[in-house]
């Protein structure tokens, strides 16, 4: 997705509809933690579709993730992270991006730069990933039914614009939780809707 299809034989998925695979998909984290640490998480719950075009910087992305399946490895902090104090799931139990374009940009073959609306604690704010195509295999354990793409984007957000809270001050200076967050998202994409599979084996 680096050049113009007239330029460059095509690298990505074909042209359809493709879902994101939450079973080999990573959806991560990083904040800075009580001032000087540095705490990484996941969301564990996410669907999205990528209606990948003929002309690929026409392509789009849809993707919702429940913010109940935020996991640091550490349950109490998780509850916490939950609570109105921060994501407040019960009142905004989604978070969701949805693309509005897509340019040629990066480093390395396949990158690319992706724009779009990141709803989050339910404010929507603009946002850009640094993307990258990073290789293409069947499917593990279906070889002739099914193939993936895989992908990696990064971005940094600040919680302030999305009115999430920083949990207070700290006894020797600083804020519980750092204002900006790195967010690192390491996808794999697929030509079958997973949504059969997973109700199989009871994830989500």
């Not at 693309?99 to 730069?113: K, N």
């Not at 604690?121 to 946002?127: E, I, L």
């Amino acid at each position: 997705m680096t050049s113009r299809p007239e330029e460059q034989q095509r690298i990505g998925p074909t042209p359809g509809e493709w879902h994101l695979d939450p079973l080999h998909s990573s959806l991560i984290f990083v904040a800075h933690y009580l001032r000087f640490g540095r705490v990484q998480g996941t969301f564990g719950q996410a669907k999205g579709l990528i209606t990948v075009s003929a002309d690929p910087f026409a392509s789009t992305v849809d993707v919702t993730v429940r913010a109940d399946s935020v996991n640091t490895g550490v349950r109490a902090r998780d509850e916490h992270l939950r609570s109105a104090d921060f994501l407040d799931v019960d009142a905004h139990p989604e978070l969701r991006f949805v693309s509005t374009g897509v340019t040629a940009g990066g480093r390395g073959e396949g990158a690319f730069r992706m724009y779009g609306d990141l709803t989050v604690h339910g404010r929507t704010q603009q946002t850009t990933f640094d993307c990258q195509w990073v290789g293409e295999a069947p499917h593990y354990g279906d070889h002739e039914n099914g193939h993936g793409h895989f992908f990696t984007a990064t971005t940094l957000i600040s919680l302030s614009d999305f009115g999430i809270g920083d949990g207070g001050a700290l006894p020797w200076g600083g804020r519980l939780v750092g204002d900006e967050v790195d967010v690192v998202l390491e996808t794999r994409v697929q030509n079958q809707d997973p949504e059969p599979f997973l109700r199989q084996i009871g994830h989500g």
